[in-house]
């Protein structure tokens, strides 16, 4: 089983909708969660880090935590066609000083005009 | 903002060449990592430093060596570039404030690379 686990998509949604976004991850006691948009032929950018269960949300960005499920969610609200990109998500390991993230393979989303 | 930059958007080196891929970042980052970025393998992490002079193995050390002598930049080194390092490079710092890092990583604009 991979530690951190995305459906490749490609995901194509219809611009103005909700993109949603799914990551599940194996190791139960990770701590740190984060996702990176990343543009074809660029490298990633961080666009949510989410450290409590629950939602974050920043702009058309929400961010869904379930620990207990061991997923994290990544929603975009009112989607646009600069949201085409590849999502990565991001878990930090949870030994002690452990500096290290493992990244999933990504999904890519299409937003469709 | 964080800026992280690195030497060279492309590249393209011989097989057996030494290549030299140098990283910088401006913000005072203790954490410094390199990764390269296949398609269908994702990002897998060669090595990374948490201080100068330091280094850890990551996944995928084989083959690379690095170099930390000041705190803003990290170099990775191909000692004898194969045609299967062929890749992306990506390098990216992180802070750690009072021993406790935030694990939040920022990326440079990447190295694509050509061994032929």
């Known amino acids: 089983q991979k530690e951190v686990e995305q459906n490749s998509g490609p995901l194509s949604v219809p611009e103005g909708a909700i993109a949603s976004l799914n990551c599940t991850y194996s190791?139960?006691?990770?701590?740190?969660f984060f996702w990176y948009r990343q543009y074809s032929g660029k490298s990633p950018e961080l666009i949510m880090s989410?450290?409590?269960?629950g939602d974050k949300e920043d702009g058309r960005f929400t961010a869904q935590l379930n620990k207990a499920s061991q997923y994290v969610s990544l929603l975009i609200r009112d989607s646009q066609p600069s949201d085409s990109a590849t999502y990565l998500c991001?878990?930090?390991?949870?030994?002690?000083?452990?500096?290290?993230?493992?990244f999933g393979t990504g999904t890519r989303l299409t937003i469709i005009p | 903002d964080v800026k992280v930059t690195q030497s060279s958007r492309y590249l393209v080196k011989r097989t057996g060449e030494k290549v030299f891929l140098e990283c910088v970042q401006d913000?005072?980052?203790?954490?410094m990592f390199w990764y390269r970025q296949d398609p269908g393998l994702g990002l897998r992490l060669i090595y990374f430093?948490?201080?100068?002079?330091?280094?850890e193995k990551g996944d995928i050390p084989e083959g690379y060596s690095v170099s930390r002598e000041k705190k803003e930049r990290f170099s990775l080194i191909l000692e004898s570039a194969s045609t299967n390092q062929t890749s992306m490079y990506l390098c990216?710092?992180?802070?750690?404030?009072?021993?406790?890092?935030?694990?939040?990583?920022?990326f440079g604009p990447g190295t694509r690379l050509t061994v032929t």
């Open positions: 990216a710092s992180s802070l750690r404030l009072a021993g406790v890092s935030s694990y939040e990583q920022y």
């Open positions: 190791d139960r006691v990770s701590q740190s």
């Open positions: 989410i450290y409590s269960n």
């Open positions: 991001a878990v930090n390991p949870p030994n002690f000083g452990n500096e290290k993230l493992t």
């Open positions: 913000m005072d980052h203790e954490n």
């Open positions: 430093s948490y201080d100068v002079k330091m280094k």
